[in-house]
């Protein structure tokens, strides 16, 4: 079974400055794709950015990037120059290119608070 | 806009009562799906549907059932045997079931034991 696991329960950040939010995923499969969501105190789930697996190539939003490392199964958000707006949970994902029963099946983390001060 | 509306936001049951949470979307979706979400807890999956009058159970479909009768609309019902239902809920959409299509999420129902 595919489990993801973020690490960092919680982080803070002073406001322009950078940070990295840990993500590690266990899977047998070669082909899946990643996410990260954004939870602000509204509650409701932003799409951050995504993965393809079979893509080198890190994936970047703006602010927002991340660090793939298949070998080692790991994915990493990094937002740089930090706002206050960025305050929220932050949930990595996993979703499996199967089809079947697990397909469309979102894995998630448990999610990391990130705290911006100012 | 295009979105995905739930309804209520704050929604309260009685021992022993089913309650009907509400989700709609007029993003043109075919794929529509509830998860749950506990207290410093990811999201966790309760059903899925891939197109109008099918539906699958995900992890945790116990004492849940939904219904897709319309392309639009994906109620989620909790019914008397959950146990433990006091949790955030959210419906979430996506174009197809196929994996790299995002999904998007409506604001979510708090639902509390009174």
């Given at each position: 079974?595919?489990?993801?696991?973020?690490?960092?329960p919680?982080?803070?950040?002073?406001?322009?400055?950078?940070?990295?939010?840990?993500?590690?995923?266990?899977?047998?499969?070669?082909?899946?794709?990643?996410?990260?969501?954004?939870?602000?105190?509204?509650?409701q789930?932003?799409?951050?950015?995504?993965?393809?697996?079979?893509?080198?190539?890190?994936?970047?939003?703006?602010?927002?990037?991340?660090?793939?490392?298949?070998?080692?199964?790991?994915?990493?958000?990094?937002?740089?120059?930090?706002?206050?707006?960025?305050?929220?949970?932050?949930?990595?994902?996993?979703?499996?290119?199967?089809?079947?029963?697990?397909?469309?099946?979102?894995?998630?983390?448990?999610g990391?608070?990130?705290?911006?001060?100012? | 806009?295009?979105?995905?509306?739930?309804?209520?936001?704050?929604?309260f049951?009685?021992?022993?009562?089913?309650?009907?949470?509400?989700?709609?979307?007029?993003?043109?979706?075919?794929?529509?799906?509830?998860?749950?979400?506990?207290?410093?807890?990811?999201?966790?999956?309760?059903?899925?549907?891939?197109?109008?009058?099918?539906?699958?159970?995900?992890?945790?479909?116990?004492?849940?059932?939904?219904?897709?009768?319309?392309?639009?609309?994906?109620?989620?019902?909790?019914?008397?045997?959950?146990?433990?239902?006091?949790?955030?809920?959210?419906?979430?959409?996506?174009?197809?079931?196929?994996?790299?299509?995002?999904?998007?999420?409506?604001?979510?129902?708090r639902?509390?034991?009174?």
């Amino acid at each position: 079974a595919q489990t993801v696991t973020q690490s960092q329960p919680e982080m803070s950040v002073q406001e322009a400055e950078t940070v990295t939010l840990s993500c590690t995923y266990d899977t047998s499969e070669s082909n899946y794709y990643l996410f990260w969501y954004k939870q602000p105190p509204s509650r409701q789930m932003i799409l951050v950015i995504r993965q393809e697996a079979y893509k080198q190539q890190n994936a970047t939003e703006n602010r927002f990037s991340v660090n793939f490392q298949k070998a080692a199964k790991s994915f990493s958000l990094k937002i740089s120059d930090s706002q206050l707006g960025d305050t929220a949970m932050y949930f990595c994902a996993f979703m499996t290119s199967k089809g079947g029963g697990s397909q469309g099946n979102l894995i998630f983390g448990k999610g990391t608070k990130l705290s911006v001060k100012p | 806009d295009g979105g995905i509306t739930q309804s209520p936001k704050y929604l309260f049951r009685k021992e022993g009562q089913n309650v009907t949470l509400s989700c709609e979307q007029n993003l043109n979706h075919d794929a529509m799906y509830w998860y749950r979400q506990d207290p410093g807890q990811g999201l966790r999956l309760i059903y899925y549907s891939q197109i109008v009058n099918d539906f699958q159970k995900g992890d945790i479909a116990e004492g849940y059932s939904v219904s897709r009768e319309k392309k639009e609309s994906f109620p989620l019902t909790v019914t008397s045997a959950q146990k433990n239902p006091t949790a955030f809920y959210l419906c979430a959409s996506s174009i197809t079931l196929v994996s790299n299509q995002p999904q998007h999420f409506g604001d979510g129902t708090r639902l509390s034991i009174l």
